[in-house]
């Protein structure tokens, strides 16, 4: 069998519309499925809040945080940072966990809805969300429209630089037989999020910049286990995909936990802009 990676870009048409948020791979009332998305928060939470920090937010600010997730980022906005208002946006907010009352304010809502209009903001956080769409580049210009003169825009996606050079074939094989059967349930691509920064400087957007995390995956690393439970969720996807051979999945959840785990993790690439002031 060939063993180079699945090249997401040749993969087949839009998925059905009624697979477009994945909910029929990640339902959100599966058990585990908020804890799958807290570990994925831990393993990126510190890096997006040192770039927010570094951006100033803080007291007076008004901040969007589009696909809130569990609310990690929401809730340290408004809790840590110390904005004035914070408004979690997510097509189901059921994890944000947010305080009743306070600076936070949560809204279920779906961002690729034309007629949606949530306001101007200081800050306009989106991470791991326009990977998803099809119609990325239309919602990163809403969402661009949605920041105040002067206010940042700070979007984020996974960047995968480093699977195809793993020694270790069943992993290797299992990453790019996810990416395979995510690109065709779902649409999700992440080839081009490299491209974020001139999409931001295309915008209007000023003072643009842009960094990659690529963590390394160890036994007791959040990362880790978002990956172990992120390919148990696909299991059904990933055992009948064509891309991989009978057992090679268990294979690379073993490999996942053994002590000899040496690799990086495919990784987020962050990109910010500045609106201009008039």
Same mark, same amino acid.
């Given at each position: 069998?060939?063993?180079?990676?699945?090249?997401?870009?040749?993969?087949?048409?839009?998925?059905?519309?009624?697979?477009?948020?994945?909910?029929?791979?990640?339902?959100?009332?599966?058990?585990?499925?908020?804890?799958? @998305?807290?570990?994925?928060?831990? *393993?990126?939470?510190?890096?997006?809040?040192?770039?927010?920090?570094?951006?100033?937010?803080?007291?007076?600010?008004?901040?969007?945080?589009?696909?809130?997730?569990?609310?990690? @980022?929401?809730?340290?906005?408004?809790?840590?940072?110390?904005?004035?208002?914070?408004?979690?946006?997510?097509?189901?907010?059921?994890?944000?966990?947010?305080?009743?009352?306070?600076?936070?304010?949560?809204?279920?809502?779906?961002?690729?809805?034309?007629?949606?209009?949530?306001?101007?903001?200081?800050?306009?956080?989106?991470?791991?969300?326009?990977?998803?769409?099809?119609?990325? *580049?239309?919602?990163?210009?809403?969402?661009?429209?949605?920041?105040?003169?002067?206010?940042?825009?700070?979007?984020?996606?996974?960047?995968?630089?480093?699977?195809?050079?793993?020694?270790?074939?069943?992993?290797?094989?299992?990453?790019?037989?996810?990416?395979?059967?995510?690109?065709?349930? @779902?649409?999700?691509?992440?080839?081009?999020?490299?491209?974020?920064?001139?999409?931001?400087?295309?915008?209007?957007?000023?003072?643009?910049?842009?960094?990659?995390?690529?963590?390394?995956?160890?036994?007791?690393?959040? @990362?880790?286990?978002?990956?172990?439970?992120?390919?148990?969720?696909?299991?059904?996807?990933?055992?009948?995909?064509?891309?991989?051979?009978?057992?090679?999945?268990?294979?690379?959840?073993?490999?996942?936990?053994?002590?000899?785990?040496?690799?990086?993790?495919?990784?987020?690439?962050? *990109?910010?802009?500045?609106?201009?002031?008039?």
């Amino acid at each position: 069998m060939d063993e180079s990676p699945v090249d997401p870009t040749v993969l087949g048409g839009p998925p059905p519309d009624g697979g477009r948020y994945g909910t029929d791979l990640f339902a959100p009332d599966q058990t585990g499925e908020g804890e799958r @998305i807290d570990y994925g928060a831990l *393993a990126y939470d510190t890096a997006t809040r040192a770039r927010l920090t570094a951006l100033g937010v803080g007291p007076g600010w008004r901040c969007l945080d589009v696909g809130a997730g569990t609310g990690t @980022i929401s809730r340290w906005l408004a809790d840590e940072a110390g904005a004035d208002e914070v408004l979690a946006l997510d097509r189901d907010p059921r994890f944000v966990h947010a305080p009743p009352v306070g600076r936070l304010r949560v809204m279920a809502a779906d961002v690729t809805d034309p007629n949606l209009a949530p306001g101007r903001f200081d800050l306009v956080h989106c991470r791991f969300v326009l990977m998803h769409l099809r119609e990325h *580049a239309d919602v990163l210009a809403r969402l661009a429209d949605w920041v105040a003169p002067g206010g940042w825009l700070v979007v984020g996606d996974a960047v995968d630089l480093t699977t195809a050079d793993s020694p270790h074939d069943a992993y290797r094989r299992t990453m790019a037989a996810m990416w395979q059967v995510l690109r065709e349930r @779902i649409g999700t691509d992440i080839t081009w999020v490299t491209r974020y920064p001139q999409c931001l400087h295309d915008l209007g957007l000023l003072e643009v910049g842009a960094e990659v995390l690529l963590p390394p995956l160890t036994v007791d690393a959040p @990362i880790t286990a978002f990956w172990k439970n992120t390919w148990h969720s696909l299991r059904d996807a990933l055992e009948t995909s064509t891309a991989l051979e009978r057992g090679e999945l268990d294979n690379a959840l073993d490999y996942l936990s053994s002590p000899t785990l040496a690799d990086l993790s495919p990784g987020m690439i962050t *990109a910010w802009g500045r609106r201009p002031r008039p």
